[in-house]
Each structure stands twice: as structure tokens, then as C-alpha cells.
């Protein structure tokens, strides 16, 4: 027997759109909930949904921008957050592609993390084309970032992995805050319910992170070197 989806929104909506935040801004569509200025921690693609609500839980007073296409997902995380009384009040989401909220929504210099959680590795080599992590999304995710912000890009696909670890290295604007090129295991980050998943059937993850090299030596916001903006407890 299917399951009918379930339309009424029991509390506040925190879904908002693209062409919300281009024509409000970002301080506005979390008013009255957060003061600017704000911290931003965008994730790119939050699938189930429950690494953003986690982030957004482990630090409320930074703001949480939860992008996904499904519109369905975007639906029911919001009907979650509506039910919880006290929750999502530093949290929005978009139901949108990344690349058209970074392109269209994000001002340069306004993000302090994006999170990007195992993306389609679409592992074809004809299909490579359709991969998110490209040159050109690459530099536009650095404009986005302030300087010293941080990019955390996770995959379960080797293959991708070097593709990943290419593209993020050729980018400039960009440096490695790890001796290695991705880590397998980073302490104390929160794991999706799909990686805890493909770790059951022995898959192995490949962590990322680059930052945002400051735009000169007198920037005094660059973030120390290894934090990022929304790293919580690991999920039990």
C-alpha cells in the first residue's frame, strides 16, 4: 500500500527560494530569528536531511542554509522541523539545484562553509560532464566563501575521489588544509544515515577540505587552520 504524502504544514515554513534570498538577502530571511551579521553554512545537497538539522541544532546561532532538488525531501524535512517546537529557527531551505543557489542566491564572500556529502559520482565517462564538482563550480564555491572559509566535500567513490582531489587542487583560490590529499576518517564529524550505510558494506570514505586563501594579509576573519564553521559531534 502506498503512502500518501501529507500536504499541511503543522508550524513556522522555513522553506524559502532562490528568488527569496536574491531579492530580500540572507539577514532578512532569517530575521527575526538571527541578528546580523551572520555566520553562513550552506550544504549542498542534504539528501535525508539529518546532517543539516544536526549542524543547525549544534549551532544555533549560525545560520544554516539546506539546499536539495527533491522537492519531495525539502517537503518532508520541513514538516519535521514545523512539528519540533523551539527547531529550525536558524535554518532555511531551498528546493534547487547547488549550483543555480551558489550562482544566483550567494553573494562573494558571504559563506563561512559549504558542505558537499557524497554527490552523484556519476561514474560513466560520458556522464562526467554532469559531476558537480567542476573547475568552473570550484571557483565560483571560492568567490562564495569569505576568505579563510571552508569547503568539506565528502565521496564514496574512489574514482570520484581523484576527480575530486584534481579539480580542488588545480583551483587557485583555493589551498589544502590536510597534509594528504583527502583523509579517510575525520574525528568527530557528524555521518549521514547513508554513510552509515555504505560503511556497513565496507565502503570507504574520502573526506576533503580546502579553505579560502585570504584575499590579503590583512584579512583578520580567516579561520584557523582545520575548523570549519558547524563541525558537530559525530552522530550515535
Not at 88 to 101: D, H, S
Not at 112 to 136: G, L, S, V
Request: aromatic share 8%; hydrophobic share 40%.
Amino acid at each position: 500500500m502506498s503512502r500518501t504524502l501529507k500536504t499541511d504544514m503543522p508550524g513556522p515554513d522555513r522553506r524559502v527560494s532562490v528568488e527569496d534570498v536574491r531579492a530580500k538577502g540572507l539577514e532578512a530571511i532569517f530575521a527575526p530569528d538571527l541578528e546580523p551579521p551572520l555566520r553562513l553554512v550552506v550544504d549542498l545537497g542534504f539528501g535525508r536531511g539529518e546532517f543539516v538539522r544536526q549542524l543547525a541544532a549544534e549551532a544555533p546561532e549560525t545560520a544554516h542554509l539546506g539546499v536539495e532538488l527533491s522537492k519531495k525531501r525539502v517537503f518532508k524535512l520541513a514538516r519535521r522541523l514545523a512539528r519540533t517546537e523551539g527547531e529550525g529557527g536558524n535554518l532555511r531551505l531551498i528546493e534547487a539545484t547547488a549550483e543555480e543557489v551558489t550562482r544566483e542566491a550567494l553573494p562573494d564572500a558571504s559563506v563561512d562553509t559549504f558542505w558537499i556529502n557524497c554527490p552523484d559520482p556519476w561514474p560513466k565517462r560520458r556522464h562526467h560532464p554532469r559531476r558537480m564538482i567542476q573547475p568552473a563550480f570550484a571557483a565560483l564555491l571560492a568567490r562564495r566563501l569569505r576568505p579563510g572559509g571552508v569547503l568539506e566535500v565528502a565521496t564514496d567513490h574512489a574514482a570520484y575521489a581523484r576527480w575530486i582531489d584534481q579539480v580542488l587542487r588545480a583551483e587557485p583560490s583555493l589551498a589544502n588544509r590536510w597534509d594528504e590529499p583527502f583523509l579517510h576518517e575525520v574525528p568527530g564529524r557528524i555521518q549521514t544515515g547513508y554513510e552509515r550505510d555504505w560503511r556497513a558494506m565496507g565502503r570507504s570514505l574520502h573526506f576533503f577540505r580546502y579553505a579560502r586563501v585570504p584575499v590579503d594579509a590583512t584579512d583578520v576573519r580567516t579561520a584557523p587552520a582545520g575548523d570549519a564553521v558547524g563541525t558537530a559531534p559525530a552522530s550515535r
